[in-house]
């Protein structure tokens, strides 16, 4: 389908998503981009040929038992909480460099790959990231990941916030991409539809295969039911604009992700576990980047963090379920990046991760650990500037929240994002946060 | 515009059911509004045409005419697969075949509310959950059997529903409760049940109306502590755990401090103190609006205003007279001409505004068009779960039995991506091109004949057809133009003379796929 065409249909309905409970400041936003020459923005977006890639570690990662305190005070205070159960011995932690206040760290054991990337200086380590008034909810502290907003409610992410900001005259469907069935708030937009993609071998537009003849004629007229007519209901038009643009994307991907492995690149591509799912959601992620259809921006997402019990093994800390996910976690991507190094992509990509929430200082009595607050998240590239960034969260009594033991944060997560709009995307933050952050130099 | 009333009653089948046949409009419209209220609200009248859950197959050593529930563990893995099919099947079937509507949509509604998934349990504690919320299964003695009118699923006081759902054996398991045991004077030793209960279960983080929060991270912790020793009975050998236990010597008994109220003892009280909770200067209950707002959203729309949610908690408070907390006197005043909640619920605001759940999707197509096969098909088993074809229920987003996590499908908008419409298009082309009736597909002949659209082999002119089958499916007439766009694609050639496979066919792909056909 002729992607003008469908474009011009959806500006020309009238159509715009649901303004019922916009909040204020994505109103202000929205002004701010009227007002501010979005044009030029979009210039730059579109100028740059790198990829951000978004990793969701959901459920809450334990911080505490990522980047481990190796020595010193910091070591003695972590072993008052973390009982021999989940107590990461000293011996089995992978050293990184200290951190500002000169504590001591390491990487869980799983995290090999990680730590070799980091050795290459292409890991960013931005130590105690959160935000004031930490909420415990999984459900509200990812809604204000997503959205940038710790304190309203909006119904739109920063990433489809930027897409519309940088991109305001988007016409490719697979502008940026969610892998996954669902699509994360961090896409939402008022403009922009991003597509999420379960599985790129099915995500493509049906019909009767014993009547070929007949194909075009239904395709015809689904479009034709889609394009219709004067705007109905805000849903009938949100339905009718999904539908079109799904016809579009199933398209555009079905044709672009031929070239991963089809010579384009030199074969053969990396061997990606099937039985990590992370890996899986990363294969695909590789494959709609070899296409070359102008993707600025992946979401991949993995869960299972949320640990209240089995966190580790009984009396086994370096065995159970976090070691495990960090093991895929520390897996995928370093396969990632060798596939993107295979492409010649390697210094246009970025990666960040993300979780909702750290996890209390104490243990609970479960082998497991309750929800938290502040913790680690690293952004990963060619790119970054590798090294520790802040310190690690203070693990004194005194210096927790009192209601719930979690430690409290340094880092402000929308200083991460501020640094990747500003300095990889090339978009100017204050419109999308809605204020200036002071950014962090891992970029 | 106000509805009529074949509009209210199609509306009113819709919502509080799946789907509105042309024969149900009709008896509904004769026979008046309060009288299909109280036929949906007071389902009991009805008989149960509940099917049992199938025996495990005799294979792998397991003799014939074994219940699944009898399996020892490694039995249930080696059929772990017929077991998860049965279920499903049992379910949908259910909801398409029932007599009972209302029954299986609260089943629906509290499955998606208290989510618990088989990712993380055995499949067994899903299906007691499930007869559990239908009001079949009671965990304190752990025995299957139909409703009594004391069990407070799916409709009853909510009170009870709520210490009901703290003894269930999935939710002890899902959330780790069984593990719950007393610590020390400020949190048990697992939060993670307190914690929801809370949040997701009966107050929410925040007041939907004024988003003040409804409680603090001290009371998530004392709740823990008098959820403390709620466990699960466990079995010496290896049968099945399906019972509840208190285990008095892994509770703490107290004194605790829950929502600025003092108790101790067993535990129980702390559901007198959530249902009762007020917020400085509120006059409803929190629980009330919470329930208020979700029930509200499930059968009305996404964002009921603060008059509708107020007035719904009035009737849990007990305000508009008879029992507190009643879950079927809120249903009532939601469905029941006259107050105004209802003035909502029959609005133009809420008329063909609700995006159907692909388990609605799905149950409302086949109680539509009538396939019969899932009752014994494997085949349209797996179409319709998307496990051959990869566009069923998995691939629209909703896999029952399997939530994403504990807050349940995330509904409304969020059913609309482009993963989840190519799913609905691609299930919506397998379903309505899947020939053979025995196979589960379409009986489109006898439709066809049925309507005297078929006769002697000659099909009605397509402006007809198109007619029919939108009527059929959407219960109301469509614009002009999409009625044109239909009948140029019937009359374009499509290289066939069989008319009836290849286009008509063609033509239920195609309304299923329409936005109208996504909305209720």
Redo the contacts between chains.
Sequence with gaps: MNKTTRREFIKKSGFTM?T??LSQQAFFRSMNMAASGALTQAAALSANDRIFVVVQL?GGNDGLNTVVPRGGSLRSLYEQYRKPTLRIPVADLLPINNDAANNQLGFHPQWTHIKSLYDQRKVGVIQSVGYPNP??????SMDIWHTANPVGYDTTGWLGDTLDLAEPSNTNPLIAAAIG???PLSFVARET?V?????I????????T?????AQ??I???I???Q??APL?V??????R??L??FA??ETLQAGRARYDDGTYPQPPPTYNQANPLARAMQQAAQIIAGNLGTKILHVML?GFDT??GQATANKPLEGFHALLLGWVSEAIHTFLQDMKRMGKDDKVLLMTWSEFGRKAPE???Y?T??GAAAPLFVIGNSVKGGVFGEHPSLRKSDL?P??DAMKHTIDFRQVYATILEKWLAVDSAEVLGRRFELIPFL | MPLDTKDKVAHLLRRAGFAARPEEIEQGVAKGLPALVDDLVNFEKFPDNLGPLPNAPAQNGIPPNTSYLDLTTQQYFSVYGSLLNDMQRLWLNAMITTTRPLQEKMVLFWHGLFATSGADLDLRHMYLQNEHFRGNFDPNTGRLGRLAATHPFPVGNFRNILENLSKDIAMLFYLDNFLNVKLNADVGSNENYARELLELFSLGVNDPITGEPNYTEVDVRQASRALTGWTVLFERDDRLIRQFFFNSSAHDFGPYRVLNRSFSGDGRQLFDIIVNHRNPGQQQSACGRFLGYRLFKFFGYDDPEPEVINDLADTFDGVHGGDRYNIRAMLRRIFTPGNPTSEAFYSDKAFKAHIKSPTEYIVSTFRLLRPTGLANSQLVTQVVLGLRTFSGMIQMGQYLFFPPNVAGWKEGLDWINTSFNLARCNFANTMATLVQPAQGGIDVHSLLQANGLLTNGQLAPAERVVDFFTTLLLQAPVSAQTRQTLINYMNAPGGSTDMINMKVRGLLHLIMTMPEFQLS
């Design positions: 649901l019922v409970g959901e909420n415990y909810s999984h459900f509200r069935g669902s699509l539809t597509p999420a993609i379960g599985n071998a099915t995500y493509r537009f049906q019909t009767d014993r009547y070929p003849a007949d004629n239904r015809n007229a689904f034709a039911l889609n219709e007519g209901r849903l009938v038009e949100q339905i009718r999904t539908n643009d799904a994307s199933q869960g209240h019990e609970n009595g479960n497991g309750d929800h929240y209601d719930t």
